[in-house]
């Protein structure tokens, strides 16, 4: 691998950026390409636009692949920043869902001002944050691959942490509550600025419909929605 080519793709992992390293077989030569640029920049134009497209669905699903051209044959390798599940609000739901959603393999962030809440013993080897949701989140940031789940009933807590992420890419937006609830928040989030473009991206009632009772069953019904919605545009 060429330096200049690594240290792009070293520079797109700590910007957490999903890339794709392209191998061609024959030749062994390598091109990175960026099939979701960041904000604000120009779409990557690759020499084969069915390489571009093969790239993007192998991003999408988190599959390295090789495939074939009309030329030959490419790898492609995908680098994927980790998901990132930041839940706001340190409370009984947030426990088995942080848990199981580490065990999924994604990286999990609790965030909570509310220190008797946001404790070391309740939550074991889960990164926690004690701070307001707009300090907190500002500081953790949000992309493509992140997922906002806010728990708390206090809009206080939920409302600041919702604004920053329906102004942001993530993928996952879910907040707890009753319809009646949501209903209430949707007119402070609408007062805020926000209007029907923005509330679509929001599930609520949180969790896929599976007849969730108890707090366990409620994050496994969380974590399913959140799976759903990641895997949903690869099809």
Known sequence: M??????????????SEAVVLVTDLETGEQDLLRPFPARGAAPEEAPDPAIAEAARHAVL?????????????????????SVHVIIVGAVHIAQPLSAMAVRAGYRVTVVDPRAAFATAERFLGIPLLQAWPEEGLSELGFDRRTALVTVTHDPKLDDPALQAALASPAFYIGALGSRRNHAVR??????????????????????LDIGARTPGEIAAAILAEIVRELRAESG
């Open 2 to 15: 060429r330096s200049a080519t690594l240290d792009a793709l070293l520079n797109a992992r700590a910007q």
């Open 61 to 81: 699903t988190d599959r390295s692949r090789v495939f074939e051209t009309d030329s030959g044959r490419v790898f492609l390798h995908v680098f994927n920043p």
């Open 186 to 207: 949707l007119e402070r989030l609408r007062a805020a600025g926000f209007g029907d473009d923005d509330f679509a991206r929001i599930h609520a009632p949180i969790g």
